[in-house]
Each structure stands twice: as structure tokens, then as C-alpha cells.
């Protein structure tokens, strides 16, 4: 397994990325780079940043007891490599675009990654706001699979901070292209706009950590379009950086509509797991019925994603 | 690593931005509304097939919309230096209130919104405001409307 004093050094890396938040506000103050701060919302990142790291740090034995469980039950013992953490890394790296996916499709487990995607505004301060919930959602069960299949916890935990430390740097708008070949294997800051934006040509698309291949592959990758900038934040917009607010918004919105009365268990089931925006009398519209509304009025389907094909390759 | 390393790192980071703010006055431009226009300009960005008058409330940093045979009213209103807007459906506001001359405090059931207060321009348009909210504030259910081009 992964020696100890690896975790210490990324989490040095960790930290020592938040001095790239004062240098990108500097950067951006002096007319250098395309940067926009605002200081209630980038105080409000860190707010809601030191009640997600409260709520991991004291409930990470949840994940911990997990998918230690697991790897007792493991099928093989697979050792710490230069290879293996290789192909770790690239299965963590699926099993975090699976993750990203369920965290968009589904009420429930939206209810906890919408706090990420709550901010107006897009630079390396947004990256401080997560969720508080993500320990209790149940989608740490997902850490399961690599785990049985032999992979060490902490091999598998130290692809996991990898992929975290490498997310760091796409929140920005202070970049605009990368390199062809780069744009098309792995994610990055213009793939990444797109993933945080609300219009609704880019809604539910690029959910990618590091390797941008996973959309491609599922049918969810979408190019930026430099006539459509993106407007960042939620469908429905916040308005508020109270960081209770933040972290418990949707939750609070999940009990009004299973509140509603002469609901049906199926009803009360669409509120909880359908997607975002379903409502059992339609006055709401999900994220795809959005797509497709915008789709007819540009005149082509909503569903299909062109920029899935894979036209772009290098 | 303890808990208490990151989060003594976060705080000096807010305090340091914090500062940054002060001495870059990085503050984005917090632009009034202009006109009953531009309020409904920036509301369609959110719902692209709205059609109905804006009333601006007296600094310029917030309106109401009556939307053309809906129950439901619009709001925009500036947070930071982004605008947000929503629709008042029948039960989405807690508590509807006068407050000092011509002001309207909003209260919402739901937590994505903090309470907000608009400033009117005068006695009688809040009046009318009062009038028009104050039904929101009972719950009543709501008709669906597809197709209507409103955003979730
Ligand atoms: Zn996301």
C-alpha cells in the first residue's frame, strides 16, 4: 500500500493550490487575466468549504468502514505498483464520472452535489464549494467495487485526492483553449464551464474528473461555444450566501414536494430519485425537457449531443 | 492531518481575500436596472418566453414582473454582482410585509432565497405590490403549464 507520507505531501498539494485563489484575484484585479470575483460569494466558498471538510473529516468513517468491509472481502489482492495505481487511477477516474453522472440525474443525490454548483460565478474559489452531505447520500457505497475487487483503500484513496487535486485548476475562465489533443483526452477549463453552466445547451454534459474520454464514450460531452458564453449556476437561481442555506437548500426543497398533499408512493418516489426539475403535475421541467425545448426552438433534437461523436479527435 | 490544519488554512485564505478585496476594490459593478426593459431583458434570461410589465423598485436593484395571465409573479433581484430571478407560485412566500415607507419585505418558503426587501417608489405601488403577494403567501395548488417555456 501507498506509504503515509504520500497522503501528508498531497495534502500539502491541496493546500498549498489555495494560494493560486489570492494570485487569480490578483491576477484578474490588475486587468492580466479574465477573472470575476465577488467578495460575498468568494467568502461564502470558504464558508461552505470549512463545513464540508467539518462534515467529511468527522464522518469519514463511514467511507472508511466501507469500503474496508470490502477489500476484506476482496476477490484478489493486487499490489501497489507504478502499473497498478495506473489502472487504479483510471477506474477511480470512471468510477467518479459514474458518480458526477447519478450526483446530476437523480433528486436525491442532487440534493448533495447542487451545493458545488450554486455560485453565479466560475474561478478557483468555486472549487471550495462542496457538499456537506456527501457521506450520508449513499453514493459512498460506489466506492465498493475497487475495493472487493483488491485494490488497497488507500491505493484507491490516493487516486481519489489525485483526481481532486487535478479538478483544482479547470475552475477558471482565466483560460480559454488548450492544445487540441489535450481539449479532446482530458478535462479542462473550457470542458469544465460548460459542465457548470445553466444554459440549457450545456446542461447535463461533461461530468468528467480527469480523463474527458468518459464522455465521450457515454454520449455526454458537449464542446464550449464561443457565441454562447456560459451563464454559471443553477437552473433555478439562488439567491442567497448564507452557507446553511447553501448546504441545505434542496433538501428543505425535496421535503416541501414530499409535503404536497394527496401524493401517491410512486409521487413521492419521483420526488425523491426522478430527475431535478420532475414534478408529478408537470409545472416543472427537468433538465432534458429543457434541452429539448431549446433544441426545437434551434431546430434539432434535444437529445442528441453532436459534440459526443467523435469528431473532434485529434 | 487534524481537521484544524485546513481549517485554520481557510480562514487565513478569507482573511487574506478579504483584504484583497479591500485593497483592489475587485467588487464587480453592481449595474441598477435601467428600465422596466432591461428588468425584463434580464429576466428572460432565465425565462426565455416571459411576457409582461416590470415595476423597478426605487434604486433600481430589484423588480417585480406581472407575467401576461399567470397567477404567478416574477422577481428579479440583484445578489452580489449577479442578478436572480424566480417566479412566485401560490405557497412559495412565507410572509408578505409593509416595512418602513414604501418598502415590501419577502420572506420565502423555500431556503434558496434570503429574505429580501424592496424599496418602491412610492406608497401606492407598494400598495399595489401588497395587494398582488399577498395571496402567494397561501398555498394553494398549482396548475401545470407545459410548454409554457419557463426553466425548472
Ligand atoms: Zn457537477
Given at each position: 500500500?501507498?506509504?503515509?507520507l504520500?497522503f501528508?505531501v498531497?495534502?500539502?498539494?491541496?493546500?498549498?493550490l489555495?494560494?493560486?485563489?489570492?494570485?487569480?484575484l490578483?491576477?484578474a484585479s490588475r486587468?492580466?487575466?479574465?477573472?470575476?470575483?465577488?467578495?460575498?460569494?468568494?467568502l461564502?466558498?470558504?464558508?461552505?468549504?470549512?463545513?464540508?471538510i467539518?462534515?467529511w473529516?468527522?464522518?469519514?468513517?463511514?467511507?472508511?468502514g466501507?469500503?474496508?468491509?470490502a477489500?476484506?472481502?476482496?476477490?484478489?489482492s493486487i499490489p501497489f505498483?507504478?502499473?497498478?495505481?495506473?489502472i487504479?487511477f483510471?477506474l477511480?477516474?470512471?468510477r467518479?464520472?459514474?458518480?458526477?453522472?447519478?450526483?446530476h440525474?437523480?433528486r436525491?443525490?442532487?440534493?448533495s452535489?447542487?451545493?458545488?454548483?450554486s455560485?453565479?460565478?466560475?474561478?478557483?474559489s468555486t472549487?471550495?464549494?462542496?457538499s456537506?452531505?456527501?457521506?450520508?447520500?449513499?453514493?459512498?457505497?460506489?466506492?465498493?467495487p475497487?475495493a472487493?475487487?483488491?485494490?488497497h483503500?488507500a491505493?484507491?484513496g490516493?487516486?481519489?485526492?489525485?483526481n481532486?487535486?487535478y479538478?483544482f485548476?479547470?475552475?477558471?475562465?482565466s483560460?480559454t483553449?488548450?492544445?487540441?489533443w489535450?481539449?479532446w483526452?482530458?478535462n479542462?477549463?473550457?470542458?469544465?464551464?460548460?459542465?457548470h453552466?445553466?444554459?440549457?445547451r450545456?446542461?447535463?454534459?461533461n461530468y468528467?474528473?480527469?480523463?474527458m474520454i468518459?464522455d465521450?464514450?457515454?454520449?455526454s460531452f458537449v464542446?464550449?461555444?464561443a457565441?454562447?458564453?456560459?451563464?454559471?449556476g443553477?437552473?433555478?437561481d439562488?439567491?442567497?450566501?448564507?452557507p446553511?442555506?447553501?448546504?441545505?437548500h434542496e433538501?428543505?426543497?425535496i421535503?416541501r414536494d414530499?409535503?404536497?398533499p394527496?401524493?401517491?408512493?410512486g409521487?413521492?418516489?419521483?420526488?425523491l430519485?426522478a430527475p431535478p426539475?420532475w414534478t408529478h403535475a408537470?409545472e416543472?421541467?427537468t433538465t432534458?425537457?429543457?434541452r429539448?425545448?431549446d433544441?426545437?426552438?434551434?431546430?434539432?433534437?434535444?437529445?442528441?449531443r453532436p459534440?459526443?461523436?467523435p469528431?473532434?479527435?485529434? | 492531518m487534524s481537521?484544524?490544519?485546513?481549517?485554520?488554512?481557510?480562514?487565513?485564505?478569507?482573511a487574506?481575500l478579504?483584504?484583497?478585496f479591500?485593497r483592489y476594490?475587485t467588487?464587480?459593478?453592481r449595474?441598477?436596472l435601467?428600465?422596466?426593459g432591461?428588468?425584463?431583458?434580464h429576466?428572460r434570461?432565465?425565462?426565455p418566453q416571459?411576457?409582461?410589465?416590470?415595476?423597478?423598485?426605487?434604486?433600481g436593484?430589484?423588480?417585480l414582473?406581472?407575467?401576461?395571465?399567470?397567477?404567478a409573479?416574477?422577481?428579479?433581484?440583484r445578489?452580489g454582482g449577479?442578478?436572480?430571478a424566480?417566479?412566485?407560485e401560490?405557497?412559495?412566500?412565507?410572509?408578505?410585509?409593509?416595512t418602513g415607507?414604501?418598502?415590501?419585505?419577502?420572506?420565502?418558503r423555500?431556503a434558496g432565497?434570503?429574505?429580501v426587501t424592496?424599496?418602491?417608489?412610492?406608497?401606492?405601488?407598494r400598495a399595489?405590490?401588497?395587494?398582488?403577494?399577498?395571496p402567494?403567501?397561501?398555498?394553494?395548488?398549482v396548475?401545470?403549464?407545459?410548454?409554457?417555456?419557463?426553466?425548472?
Amino acid at each position: 500500500m501507498p506509504d503515509a507520507l504520500l497522503f501528508t505531501v498531497v495534502g500539502y498539494v491541496q493546500m498549498a493550490l489555495l494560494l493560486l485563489i489570492p494570485l487569480e484575484l490578483y491576477l484578474a484585479s490588475r486587468g492580466l487575466i479574465n477573472a470575476t470575483y465577488d467578495p460575498r460569494d468568494t467568502l461564502a466558498n470558504i464558508a461552505v468549504s470549512i463545513g464540508s471538510i467539518v462534515c467529511w473529516g468527522t464522518m469519514s468513517f463511514l467511507l472508511l468502514g466501507v469500503v474496508t468491509a470490502a477489500y476484506q472481502h476482496r476477490l484478489m489482492s493486487i499490489p501497489f505498483t507504478g502499473l497498478t495505481f495506473a489502472i487504479v487511477f483510471v477506474l477511480e477516474d470512471l468510477r467518479y464520472y459514474l458518480w458526477h453522472r447519478i450526483s446530476h440525474r437523480v433528486r436525491w443525490f442532487w440534493a448533495s452535489h447542487v451545493v458545488h454548483h450554486s455560485s453565479q460565478h466560475f474561478n478557483l474559489s468555486t472549487n471550495l464549494r462542496q457538499s456537506w452531505t456527501s457521506q450520508f447520500s449513499g453514493l459512498i457505497l460506489m466506492g465498493v467495487p475497487l475495493a472487493y475487487l483488491g485494490f488497497h483503500p488507500a491505493m484507491v484513496g490516493l487516486a481519489f485526492s489525485l483526481n481532486l487535486v487535478y479538478q483544482f485548476w479547470i475552475h477558471t475562465e482565466s483560460v480559454t483553449r488548450l492544445p487540441a489533443w489535450f481539449e479532446w483526452w482530458f478535462n479542462t477549463p473550457s470542458h469544465h464551464r460548460v459542465h457548470h453552466a445553466s444554459n440549457p445547451r450545456y446542461l447535463d454534459a461533461n461530468y468528467a474528473g480527469v480523463f474527458m474520454i468518459w464522455d465521450r464514450l457515454f454520449g455526454s460531452f458537449v464542446a464550449e461555444h464561443a457565441a454562447e458564453p456560459a451563464r454559471y449556476g443553477l437552473v433555478r437561481d439562488l439567491s442567497t450566501f448564507n452557507p446553511l442555506r447553501i448546504a441545505f437548500h434542496e433538501y428543505v426543497a425535496i421535503a416541501r414536494d414530499l409535503g404536497r398533499p394527496g401524493l401517491r408512493t410512486g409521487q413521492r418516489l419521483g420526488y425523491l430519485f426522478a430527475p431535478p426539475g420532475w414534478t408529478h403535475a408537470g409545472e416543472r421541467h427537468t433538465t432534458r425537457e429543457l434541452r429539448e425545448l431549446d433544441a426545437a426552438q434551434r431546430g434539432h433534437r434535444g437529445d442528441a449531443r453532436p459534440d459526443a461523436l467523435p469528431s473532434g479527435a485529434p | 492531518m487534524s481537521l484544524l490544519v485546513p481549517i485554520a488554512t481557510h480562514l487565513a485564505l478569507g482573511a487574506v481575500l478579504a483584504a484583497m478585496f479591500v485593497r483592489y476594490r475587485t467588487t464587480p459593478a453592481r449595474d441598477a436596472l435601467k428600465d422596466p426593459g432591461d428588468a425584463l431583458r434580464h429576466f428572460r434570461l432565465t425565462f426565455p418566453q416571459t411576457r409582461g410589465r416590470a415595476t423597478l423598485t426605487a434604486d433600481g436593484g430589484a423588480a417585480l414582473v406581472e407575467l401576461d395571465g399567470r397567477r404567478a409573479v416574477g422577481i428579479l433581484a440583484r445578489r452580489g454582482g449577479r442578478w436572480s430571478a424566480r417566479l412566485l407560485e401560490p405557497g412559495d412566500l412565507r410572509r408578505v410585509a409593509a416595512t418602513g415607507d414604501a418598502g415590501l419585505r419577502l420572506m420565502f418558503r423555500d431556503a434558496g432565497w434570503s429574505p429580501v426587501t424592496l424599496l418602491l417608489a412610492d406608497t401606492t405601488h407598494r400598495a399595489h405590490w401588497l395587494g398582488r403577494l399577498a395571496p402567494l403567501a397561501v398555498m394553494t395548488e398549482v396548475a401545470p403549464s407545459p410548454g409554457a417555456g419557463y426553466r425548472a
